[in-house]
Each structure stands twice: as C-alpha cells, then as structure tokens.
C-alpha cells in the first residue's frame, strides 16, 4: 500500500507521532511519502527531551520514506530546504495524495 502523510502540525508530539507511524508502515512493507505544509516545516527544529524529532525523522528516512518541504510555506517561516526535507511545492502534495492508496493528516 501506498501512504500519504500530510504533515501541517509544529506540535514536537504529534510530529514525533506522524513520523513514527511512518517508520512503523515502512516496516510493514509499505511505502509512505511525507509533505510538510504550513507548520509542518518547521519539524526539524522540535526536538524536546521527551520527543526526539530529528531522530525520528532520520529513522524514516533511513527506513526509505522521503520527505517533502512546501517552498512556499519555508519561506513564511524563514527556513530553506535540507537534505532531510528537500524544498518542494504543491505539484508534489498533490502527486503524494493521487499516488496514494490512503492519505492521512496530522
């Protein structure tokens, strides 16, 4: 199955969360893309001590997920794209939701 995660949340627990649900499926034999929007990009600057982000994010990354970064959206938020999280846009987000076999939110 193919999976879409749309991630628009700055919250370090809920991003934590998306990413480990990523990392789950990924082991399961599923392929999964993650798109970065609004707050979302801010995601790799979330580490706390209870919600290790970045070390998520790597896990998902090394598992095979990829990760997309809406330009637009890091330029609201003065950020760039990274090798983690390369700067994307909206024809990305919409190939990520019609290649999908389920899109989720967080």
Known sequence: MKIGIILYSNDPETVWN???????SLKQGESVKCFLTGKGVEAENLDTDQFKVMEMMRGFVEAGGRVFACGTCLKLHSKEGT??????????????????????TF
């Open 18 to 24: 998306a990413f480990r649900f990523g990392s789950f």
């Open 83 to 104: 090798e983690l999280c390369p700067l994307s846009n909206m024809r990305t987000m919409l190939d990520i939701i019609q290649e999908s076999d389920k899109v989720l």
